[in-house]
């Protein structure tokens, strides 16, 4: 089955490529954790926060803005001792932070999607290299995103989150998920 060459051969990375990449969500759950991971990401590889992930759901109360929105500075310290996670006071800091203002968006799902019109953005990119790092979308939700009062959302960190949540659909069109998310007959 042919698909987009940077998921190599690592079946978690494969799994996440042919079952969440790309695919458009509205799930405010998955949206916040999708949020959080991006910027636990932010300097390092994907398929390192996918490897921890897991542990992430975990440690961080199954991604649940509300709990996580109260987490400690105790908390904080204990989740620095966890070698499951990326060990980083400024990320989980973010976490608690991203949370609450998560929390204070009116509608997080409407917000997140109005970066795109409300509808995902089917590009047909032929190689990797046409793929953007960044785009006028992206950096308009960082801007967005900040003056809410998140951290780690940097342009290139809203770019990959958009991807992820399927706000714009980057699979390649020799990808066989191209044509499934594309909705193409």
Known sequence: MPRCAWCGTDPLYIDYHDREWGVPTRDSQVLFEFLLLEAFQAG???????????????????????RLARMSDAEIDERLQ??????????????????????????????????VGGAPKINRFESIDQVPAVTPEAEAMSKALKKAGFSFVGPTICYAYMQACGLVMDHLVDCQRHAVLADTD
């Open 44 to 66: 390092l590889s994907w398929i390192t926060v996918l490897r921890k992930r897991e542990r992430y759901r975990q440690v961080l109360f199954g991604f649940d803005a509300e």
């Open 82 to 115: 966890d070698p499951g996670i990326i060990r980083n006071r400024r990320k989980l800091e973010a976490a608690r932070s991203n949370a609450r203002a998560w929390l204070q968006l009116e509608d997080p799902v409407g917000f997140v999607w109005s970066f």
